[in-house]
């Protein structure tokens, strides 16, 4: 049988720091009103040459260093993300490219708040059925893109960042041993960015009233994440075989510390077996678990052999849990690494190789539509649209 390890792990976060007293100075609140009613103390917000590809690289990297892996050897990138760099193409493709993972797949994940625990469930589903050895997943947001800096009733609670894990295959039990996926689409409108995708492309009438910007009901989302968190924990503790009394760890999705105080009175976890980092970045959306399972690691919270429980959810509604056996990093290479920097050096290189060589085949060749390059067709812009055609057949008619 087949189990999926996690076998590294790593995060980046932006080096600007904004305090709750910075965004006292722009919008009406105070660093009292934030602490109290949500946990967060600080947030980190990506500068101008940060993306969530740059910051989901970062991450991915780290992880490499611990898995002691290069990105050649990685068969399958998922990026959950409800902040990509474009709609298309991935932003996991744009990270397989940095990385020179040559035998990648690549794809994006969107299940907001919930997508790293989803990705990782691929990610792992990938593995136990064979058809990938090692799988990168990674969380990874700049939310500061899509906030409303007005609006103080969100503009107050989200950050950025990236969380990395790199799955690998190993026959020893152990890794992702249980996980749960789930969603009401009914509350769907309880957390939504409304413009920028097909439904309502973003105008400069949806620009004017901010709908390309997040909107939340938080009281809604408050009552919907109380309910179901402490539930979907206790459920994947259960498929995975275990007692709430076995979990060493709870990383929940860090969205508000009373609601992770809350969902831990349930479940009748004391507090020191549960991660918090919410004060120092926020909610930073589908990176918040793995950025919490690599400073868990990094600061002996989560030592190998420890039964971790992870739930995530938000905007869907959605919601998915995992129970995760901590597996050992694979041994670390001091040599390895000087290899693996010389690896992401060439891969820029060659990355920006095919770009040139694309760039000359077009110059040389052009067009490979023969009506085009006689220049006896119509160019896109004289093409006839859709609505113009079916005018046209209707006259006909
Ligand atoms: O990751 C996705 C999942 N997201 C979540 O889990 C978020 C869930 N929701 C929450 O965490 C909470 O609902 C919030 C932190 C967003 C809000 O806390 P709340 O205790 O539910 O506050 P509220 O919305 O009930 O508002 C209470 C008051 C209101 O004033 P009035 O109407 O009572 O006069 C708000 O206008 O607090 C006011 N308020 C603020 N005051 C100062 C709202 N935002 C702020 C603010 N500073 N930033």
């Known amino acids: 049988?087949?189990?999926?390890?996690?076998?590294?792990?790593?995060?980046?976060?932006?080096?600007?720091?904004?305090?709750?007293?910075?965004?006292?100075?722009?919008?009406?609140?105070?660093?009292?009103?934030?602490?109290?009613?949500?946990?967060?103390?600080?947030?980190?917000?990506?500068?101008?040459?940060?993306?969530?590809?740059?910051?989901?690289?970062?991450?991915?990297?780290?992880?490499?260093?611990?898995?002691?892996?290069?990105?050649?050897q990685v068969d399958l990138i998922i990026v959950a993300t409800a902040t990509p760099e474009h709609i298309f193409p991935s932003t996991a493709s744009l990270v397989q490219d940095a990385l020179g993972a040559d035998h990648a797949g690549a794809f994006d994940l969107s299940a907001a708040c919930s997508g790293f625990v989803y990705a990782l469930s691929m990610g792992a589903d990938a593995i136990k059925a064979g058809s990938a050895e090692t799988v990168l997943v990674i969380g990874a947001e700049t939310l500061s893109r899509i906030v409303n800096w007005s609006d103080r009733s969100?503009?107050?609670?989200?950050?950025?960042?990236?969380?990395?894990?790199?799955?690998?295959?190993?026959?020893?039990?152990?890794?992702?041993?249980?996980?749960?996926?789930?969603?009401?689409?009914?509350?769907?409108?309880?957390?939504?960015?409304?413009?920028?995708?097909?439904?309502?492309?973003?105008?400069?009438?949806?620009?004017?009233q901010n709908l390309h910007t997040i909107k939340m009901n938080g009281r809604e989302v408050y009552r919907f994440a109380s309910r179901i968190l402490d539930r979907a924990a206790r459920e994947v503790i259960q498929k995975a075989g275990w007692n709430p009394e076995q979990v060493d760890l709870f990383v929940p999705h860090q969205a508000n510390l009373r609601i992770i105080e809350s969902a831990a009175r349930a479940l009748n976890i004391p507090m020191d077996k549960v991660f918090c980092n919410i004060q120092s970045y926020g909610n930073t959306s589908a990176a918040s678990i793995p950025i919490a399972l690599?400073?868990?690691?990094?600061?002996?919270?989560?030592?190998?052999?420890d039964r971790v429980v992870m739930v995530g959810f938000g905007?869907?509604?959605?919601?998915?849990?995992?129970?995760?056996?901590?597996?050992?990093?694979?041994?670390?290479?001091?040599?390895?690494?000087?290899?693996?920097?010389?690896?992401?050096?060439?891969?820029?290189?060659?990355?920006?190789?095919?770009?040139?060589?694309?760039?000359?085949?077009?110059?040389?060749?052009?067009?490979?539509?023969?009506?085009?390059?006689?220049?006896?067709?119509?160019?896109?812009?004289?093409?006839?649209?859709?609505?113009?055609?079916?005018?046209?057949?209707?006259?006909?008619r």
């Open 1 to 72: 049988m087949r189990y999926a390890h996690i076998v590294g792990w790593g995060k980046a976060l932006p080096q600007r720091i904004m305090t709750n007293d910075d965004l006292a100075r722009i919008v009406d609140t105070s660093d009292a009103w934030i602490r109290e009613r949500t946990g967060i103390v600080e947030r980190r917000i990506a500068g101008p040459h940060e993306t969530t590809a740059t910051l989901a690289i970062a991450a991915a990297k780290e992880a490499l260093e611990v898995a002691g892996l290069s990105g050649h």
């Open 154 to 208: 969100t503009c107050v609670l989200f950050g950025d960042g990236a969380g990395a894990v790199v799955l690998q295959a190993r026959e020893q039990p152990g890794g992702v041993m249980a996980t749960l996926l789930r969603s009401d689409g009914s509350g769907a409108e309880l957390l939504i960015l409304p413009a920028g995708g097909s439904k309502m492309p973003i105008t400069p009438e949806a620009l004017a």
């Open 294 to 305: 690599a400073e868990a690691a990094a600061t002996g919270r989560l030592r190998p052999g």
């Open 315 to 396: 905007g869907g509604l959605t919601w998915a849990a995992a129970a995760v056996q901590w597996s050992e990093p694979r041994a670390f290479h001091r040599k390895g690494r000087t290899w693996r920097q010389l690896g992401y050096s060439l891969a820029g290189l060659r990355s920006r190789a095919r770009r040139l060589l694309r760039h000359v085949e077009d110059r040389i060749f052009g067009s490979l539509d023969p009506a085009l390059s006689n220049g006896k067709s119509s160019t896109p812009a004289n093409r006839p649209r859709p609505q113009e055609q079916s005018t046209t057949s209707e006259q006909k």
